[in-house]
């Protein structure tokens, strides 16, 4: 069954600027990976040197047959020390999304995705309320240099990964175990995408404003339904309520999550996972827009990452065949969902995990920086072109 998708839904993939630029040493991230007792398996170097190849990685996105590259900026780059902000890194961006508008992309850019520069996490980071205020006033300065040239703008990158990962689970920086400050964190970022929202709004142009938040289908086995809606409660909620009147809410969702009487399980036994430990479920994609859509009140949703960690690319393939079948099941229904964007356009640095992941459409020879597109971009793109999705007679 060909079915098709509303006129105007954008197709894309996506990176983040320091999992791809490469030599990003200015922000928190790169401080973390060089730590001895960080949990990083390696640092990201030169990563896919995206930062100078932007260019043929963006033609490329293009001749794939997608409409929308996501992609974001590095605080640290443009305001390396508090105050001072550089004209060449603005430019620079600007750059990238004019070659993205001569390719017929729409530059979907991301103001923060997990990087803080340094100054900001010698000043305290997340867990001190000025950090809004200097985000707020990055997002201003930025703004003001590229909002005419932006499609659409996302403030903040799965804000709920960073407090969590970074203040309760000690995965990444600044590798803190406190619940209690996990929460204030939480606190710091609702009040920093608010401002930003703002900020941006105020600039030129009339990008549409939201954030992007990590979403999980979370199921409760039989007794795990208030373990389940405690973890829903800081994870999801907090950031779901702030986004309440927003321009679109970005949904990033990999799996579900299950949940027991003493809290979070483990995978299912017999279900597959992936390179990530995640199990293999892309029906959680649906769970997760429906969820966003209620909650929110009916902001209009933007998938702005879903995707597989995988070394079978017939496995990619797959994955996204059983994803989009919910996809046009919230649409049918009614759902106002404006895209799918796959994370990630490259193979490249998946943080803590290093270059072992990959979740690209292309692949990355990190000796020689040489792109191959996998079967799986011209499937994609190919139903990017179409805007239709033979849907599978069992889906």
């Known amino acids: ?29 790169w401080a973390w990976e060089h730590d001895p007792s960080s949990p990083c398996e ?22 794939l047959g997608f409409g929308a590259y996501r992609f974001s900026l590095e605080w640290s780059r443009i305001e390396p020390e508090e105050g001072e902000f550089s004209r060449a890194a603005l430019d620079h961006y600007r750059r990238m999304c004019a070659t993205c ?48 040239v932006i499609a659409r703008a996302c403030t903040l990158n799965e804000p709920n990964i960073v407090a969590t990962m970074g203040y309760l689970y000690a995965m990444f920086p600044p590798g803190k175990r406190d619940p209690d400050l996990r929460r204030r964190v939480n606190e710091v970022f609702v009040d920093a995408h608010r ?20 979403m999980s289908d979370n199921q409760a086995v039989p007794g795990g339904e208030a373990a389940r809606d405690r973890y829903r409660r800081d994870m999801e909620d907090v950031f779901l309520e702030a986004a309440r009147g927003d321009d679109f809410i970005g949904v990033q969702c990999y799996s579900r999550t299950r949940f027991g009487r003493e809290g979070m399980l483990g995978p299912e036994n017999g279900v597959r996972t992936t390179q990530m430990g995640y199990e293999f479920w892309p029906e959680a994609l649906e769970a997760t827009i429906r969820r966003a859509a209620a909650v929110t009140g009916g902001v209009p949703v933007l998938v702005t990452e879903n995707g597989i960690g995988t070394e ?20 049918a229904d009614g759902i106002d969902v404006r895209g799918y ?41 190919g139903i990017a072109r179409a805007n239709a999705f033979d849907v599978p007679a069992t889906a």
């Open 101 to 148: 508008r001569e390719h017929g992309l729409e530059p979907i850019v991301t103001f923060h995705h997990f990087t803080t520069p340094r100054w900001v996490a010698a000043r305290g980071g997340w867990a001190v309320p000025e950090t809004a205020d200097r985000f707020a006033r990055f997002c201003a300065r930025a703004a003001a240099h590229l909002g005419d």
């Open 42 to 63: 390696e640092p990201s170097g030169d990563a896919c040197d995206h930062w100078h190849r932007y260019p043929d990685d963006v033609r490329l996105c293009a001749e």
């Open 1 to 29: 069954m060909m079915r098709r998708f509303p006129p105007g839904f954008v197709w894309g993939t996506a990176t983040a600027a320091h999992q791809v630029e490469g030599g990003n040493w200015n922000n928190d991230w």
């Open 195 to 214: 401002k930003a929202v703002d900020a941006i709004h105020g600039g030129p142009g009339s990008a549409p404003v939201g954030l992007t938040l990590a």
């Open 312 to 331: 079978n690319d017939a496995e990619r393939i797959e994955y996204v065949a059983r994803a989009l079948p919910g996809v046009l099941a919230c649409l």
């Open 341 to 381: 964007v796959y994370w990630s356009l490259l193979d490249n640095f998946e943080w803590v995990f290093g270059y072992r992941p990959t979740f690209g459409l292309v692949a990355v020879d990190r000796a020689t920086q040489v792109r191959t597109p996998k079967p799986s971009a011209a499937w994609l793109g």
